[in-house]
């Protein structure tokens, strides 16, 4: 397979033999319709769907191009929207399904030098709590996992300024970028720190075994940088207003309950 993941794609399937299972590996470009439909054209009814693509802009925000700019919530919410509405019509025939979207610590809160990813994953958290309560009186629910830096390569996968020059009179922002991951690979060496990413793995199985209607909107997973207690304490203002719009019903599915024999 000569594509982009053909590395991991093989020790998914070499993974797989062994073991047993039935691995598909389907190659996709989340960012354009034609191949997410030509990827789901096959597939059976989905039960459920991770939406974990994404990469990261670093730098100040002044510095990247317009079109840059739309290249990163295309991929971070966009691409995830393309993805459910290619196993939606499945789930609602079967009036049940879960999807987790892969949002971010950085989009409940804000550091100087990622402006356009912070904004692509707000946007993320908008449209995915938004979804939660459309798709729930229909039996889907969907949650949010809130990582926050683990052992990948994030920062050196991250995409730079545009505009070089614009961005060298941004100097203590630079600085703020080097100390910041600096800062996480220190984390990242410290055994006792949770940067393992199989943490993240281990959420997504327990959000998948956990029964419809009591999944959390939110999980975070990981290196929280406080945003643990924003969480907390916006809980229930949210669910106040979901009170005072008369939708507290639609936050999440209802439970399902067991059969009477």
Sequence with gaps: MEVKNAKAAKELSDFAKP??????????DVTSDESVQAGAENLPTVD?????????????????????????????????L????????GMRKQRS???IQVSSTAGRGAFPGFGVYHAS???LEGMSEAMRYELSP???????????????????????????????DYQHVAEFGVMFEKTTAGLFEDENAPTDP???????????????????LRTIAGLDF?????????????KASLEAMGIAAWDGPKKTEPSMN
């Excluded at 073991?19 to 996709?28: P, R």
């Excluded at 199989?198 to 959390?216: C, D, H, S, W, Y």
């Design 19 to 28: 073991h047993n299972l039935k691995i598909d590996v389907l190659d996709i």
């Design 48 to 80: 459920v769907l991770i939406n974990n693509a994404g990469f990261g802009y670093g730098g100040p925000a002044e510095a990247f191009s317009s079109e840059a700019c739309m290249a990163q919530p295309d991929l971070n919410i966009v691409a995830p």
């Design 82 to 89: 393309r993805m459910a509405k290619a196993v939606l019509p």
């Design 97 to 99: 399904g879960l999807i």
């Design 121 to 123: 994953k707000w946007g």
């Design 138 to 168: 229909l039996g889907i629910d969907v949650v949010l996992v809130e990582p926050g830096p683990f052992s990948t390569n994030f920062f050196g996968n991250l995409v730079t300024p545009t505009d070089a020059t614009v961005a060298a």
């Design 198 to 216: 199989m943490i993240v793995v281990q959420i997504f199985e327990k959000l998948i075994n956990t029964p419809a209607g009591e999944r959390p």
């Design 226 to 238: 406080g945003f643990q207690a924003a969480n907390d304490a916006t809980e229930p203002i949210r």
